[in-house]
């Protein structure tokens, strides 16, 4: 069996598909994306992708915007599919309509590097979201969450101190809902409001801190 068809199979054997949200075009620090911002000697795309994939997701899905093409030329993403996202100036709920889209078979992706295809659409139960501009957040906490996946009928979140965060887990059933009320810079913000008691909140406050990356200020976060 080549390396091709072994990574196929545990694609097609994993319900759970990373999407990570990394079209953000940091206006409040400078115009630079924040996908190619340098966190630990690589890309915060590079890095959201390792701890998606350390988490358990054989398939990692990424929605670009903002320097879409240089985000392409700098950053190792082999094996995943990258979505445009032409409205990302729109907000983070643009880029989750067109990610639900990717992983539905009724929007566009394209995978980098070996295997043909885009991951789309086969056996696909839910969607690990998780925010590129969230370092502080990696593998462990993405695991806990991803370890609540039941069915496609599942919706489960991060909480700090109990109040709800990222990651979040969204069951195949529900991305319809999802995408209709996402808009702006909410994401699923209004339909998780609309189904709080179906949502099983895991905590990671021992395990992640859920700072974002979002001024100059926040740059401290970032470690070389």
């Given amino acids: 069996m080549t390396d091709n068809e072994d990574r196929a199979n545990d694609e097609a054997a994993d319900p759970v598909v990373g999407l990570l949200l990394a079209a953000g075009g940091g206006r409040r ?44 030329a700098r950053a190792a993403l082999d094996g995943c599919v990258l979505v ?8 983070m709920g643009s880029s989750l309509r067109a990610g639900l889209a990717s992983l539905a078979g009724t929007g566009s992706g394209t995978r980098v590097g070996t295997g043909a295809g885009t991951g789309a659409g086969t056996g696909v139960g839910a969607a690990l979201v998780s925010l590129v501009d969230q370092p502080g957040i990696g593998a462990p906490a993405m ?8 069915d496609e009928r599942s919706l489960v979140s991060a909480a700090y101190a ?63």
Wanted: hydrophobic letters at 40%.
């Fill in 29 to 72: 620090l400078g115009g630079r994306p924040k996908a190619l911002l340098e966190h630990r000697g690589q890309p915060l795309v590079e890095h959201a992708v390792a701890a998606l994939r350390a988490a358990g997701c054989a398939r990692v899905h990424i929605v670009l915007g903002a320097r879409a093409d240089d985000v392409r």
């Fill in 143 to 150: 695991a806990r969450v991803r370890s609540g996946y039941r």
């Fill in 162 to 224: 109990g109040v709800r965060g990222h990651p979040v887990l969204l069951g195949a059933a529900h991305w319809a809902g999802v995408a209709a009320t996402a808009t702006g810079d909410r994401g699923a913000r209004a339909y998780l409001r609309e189904h709080e008691a179906e949502i099983a909140l895991v905590e990671c406050g021992d395990v992640a801190r859920p700072y974002d990356i979002d001024t100059e200020a926040d740059l401290a976060h970032l470690e070389p």
């Fill in 84 to 91: 445009d996202n032409p409205e990302w100036e729109q907000g």
